[in-house]
């Protein structure tokens, strides 16, 4: 086993009615809050209004950033960093998904510093600069997705240069997170859909990128991706499926809350799809589904052994299923199909991928000064491009 650091300072509060915990979790962190939202959903379904009353029992001031994009931009995060530091907040709460919970890290960090959230982003032409410090963070997860809630990452889009990439800090993990699987019933199937592929991506990626066995975050990888498969199986014949939902979002927390990156590799499909997602702007989950049969087909040379065992208990829950890795590559892109993660790219006003341009943007944004991405084989542009025309073609 690797040596790690393992550390996980935030307080989870989880499980349905858990929501009103915000009124004792809250005033342990100060007395004025800027609440951070997306772009309405919130509002639309009443979370807004219950968290503001929960806050107004609790004494506690707040006001309203409205606005975070599905890929939160770093002009938006500068400006709500703005708007807390003027209005003296001594906390954040992020009532959202992802997106919204990367943003308020970023916030966080602005609004202590008054500097350029882009300044803590790094590139392979610019390093990042070290936060000094950052306001205390409250997450409430209204998707099961990312992870965002449980540790100290967040991934940021720069508009004008199309660059997509993320901050790490302790200073942003978040204090507490309040995850009631209800606030997640009235998002709609395709972003449950989005988010488990996002989850299942996150279990795998380190698995397959790294061919040598680590025996925890093994078995906790299997046992997450087979979570997500029932669990999402089971929501799409039956929203009200009270189980399911919260399993599905425990899933959420559990792929990143740190023990599975422990076996070191690389995170080739988050990198290749951030570059998607940054220039064309669509759901992450989304362009991930599109990339995990190509990258399992580039891997698969070099580690078809953990291809083969992580598919079978994916879909029998045994390891040795399959022999044959053709047929479990084709059975996962059958199930990407049949889930409806493989939706048509022109319902996101996408006609043609730009291979070139995103593998380009890769190297770009995560690339070494060798001129690639790790993997359990390097990833050069034309390996990248090689993905991404198995993908888009």
Known sequence: MNKFKYSSPTT????????????????????TALIVIGQGSVKKHGYLSRLEKYLDAAKIKHEVFEGIEPNPRSTTINKAGKKAAEMKADMLIALGGGSVMDAVKGIAIVAKSGNDIWDYCATREKSATSPCSALPIICIPTLAATGSEVNGGAVITNESTKQKTAIHSQLVIPKFSIFDPELTETVPTSYLVDGAVDIICHSIETYLSNAKDSS??????????????????????????KEARADLCWSSSVAMIGMLGIRQGGWPIHLIEHAISGIYDISHGLGLAYLMVPILEFDEPYNKK????????FFHENTGHYTDTKEAISDLKDWL????????????????????????????????????IYNVAPMYAKDIESVLKKAFS
Do not use: C, H, W
């Open 12 to 31: 989870v509060y989880f499980g349905y009615g858990e929501f009103e915990r915000i009124k004792k979790a809250a005033p342990q962190l100060g007395k």
């Open 306 to 313: 953990r291809i083969l065992r992580m598919l079978g208990f």
């Open 337 to 372: 199909t049949k889930i409806g993660a493989l939706r048509d790219l022109r319902a996101s006003n996408i006609d043609k991928i730009d291979i070139k341009a995103v593998a380009k943007k890769v190297i770009e944004v995560d690339g070494n000064d060798e001129g690639y």
């Open 216 to 241: 925890i975050p093994d078995y906790l990888t299997l046992g997450i991706i087979r979570t997500v498969k029932n669990s999402i199986e089971k929501l799409i014949k039956k929203p009200e499926d």
